[in-house]
């Protein structure tokens, strides 16, 4: 039995809903379309389909496999048409994973930009501040903020963002502007726990490096939360300026220690190495490059 045909039916049989449709689009008899099916079933040793007198439906199994093979299928005609030198446009479901609040400004625009000039791809978007296991979790790529672990995934850097130190003008009327680095550990900081600094917070003026240990009563998985809470004159935050650059030119958040530069944060888009990377997700980290190089702004706010 040829695995490709075989996958290649079920497919068809699954986006018409029936043998008989999926068989003449294939140019295929029903009975070889049945018998494609089974063979396949009797490989995996599960059942795939459903069949009743009245409907066709997937069973589990049959669902979580259909997701897989849709991909491995899409490869396997760019990969012929590679080969034949024949333009492969970009078509298929993008999943696409990033953080909540620079998701929503940031990425979704661009996102938008890359459909209406490739109208084929249709964008399932998942936004939070975790980092997600994008083989895992059936993402085609995702954007991540700060310092990268190491995996074996592909990452290419789109820009780098500055960090800001700030707090509202109520905090410091109240409690006094720090003076220096070390004097934030005298300070209620407030703390966005997905970045890598932590707890830890690391500044340089020239060749001068201080890393100073903070704390304080308002910890947080959503970055726009601490924000925020220093608005509202709870405490210290060192955020990203596409975060704070608002808030600082409105004047609710003050910028502090601004002869210490805290390090800048690396924003990148991973996705799985594969020698055969699909058109779609070659033409969205393109895209993306050239948004993030063209239109810098949104770094500041």
């Known amino acids: 039995m040829d695995d490709l045909r075989a996958l290649r039916v079920f497919d068809r049989v699954v986006e018409l809903g029936s043998f008989v449709a999926a068989a003449e689009a294939l140019e295929i008899s029903r009975p070889m379309a049945s018998k494609h099916i089974a063979a396949l079933e009797q490989e995996l040793g599960v059942s795939l389909l459903r069949r009743t007198t009245r409907r066709l439906t997937l069973t589990e199994a049959g669902r979580r496999f ?63 501040d ?13 954007i991540r903020i700060g310092e990268l672990p190491d995996s074996s995934l592909i990452a290419r850097r789109l820009a780098t963002c500055p960090m800001t130190l700030c707090a509202s003008p109520s905090y410091l009327s109240n409690h006094g502007t720090p003076t220096s680095p070390e004097s934030l550990a005298e300070h209620n900081c407030l703390i966005y726990r997905w970045l890598s600094q932590g707890s830890s917070w690391s500044f340089q003026q020239g060749v001068n490096e201080v890393t100073v240990k903070v704390s304080g009563d308002f910890i947080t998985n959503y970055g ?3 924000v925020e809470a220093a608005v509202a004159g709870r405490g210290v935050i060192l955020e990203p ?25 690396a924003i990148h888009v991973v996705y799985p190495g594969s020698r055969l990377l699909p058109a779609k997700v070659r033409v969205a980290v393109d895209h993306l490059a050239a948004a993030f190089a063209k239109d810098p702004g949104w770094l500041t706010g």
């Open 66 to 128: 259909h997701e897989r093979t849709k991909d491995l299928l899409m490869r396997a005609d760019e990969a012929v048409a590679e080969a034949t030198g024949l333009q492969v446009e970009p078509q298929g479901q993008l999943r696409i994973n990033a953080p909540v609040e620079f998701g929503r400004a940031v990425v979704t625009p661009i996102l938008c930009q890359l459909q209406a000039s490739f109208p084929g791809i249709a964008v399932d978007l998942t936004l939070n």
């Open 224 to 226: 726009p939360a601490t």
């Open 241 to 265: 300026a596409f975060l704070t650059g608002c808030y600082l030119t409105s004047g609710e958040l003050q910028q502090l220690l601004p002869e210490w530069q805290a390090p800048d944060v």
């Open 130 to 142: 975790r980092v997600v296991d994008i083989v895992d979790e059936g993402f085609d790529m995702a």
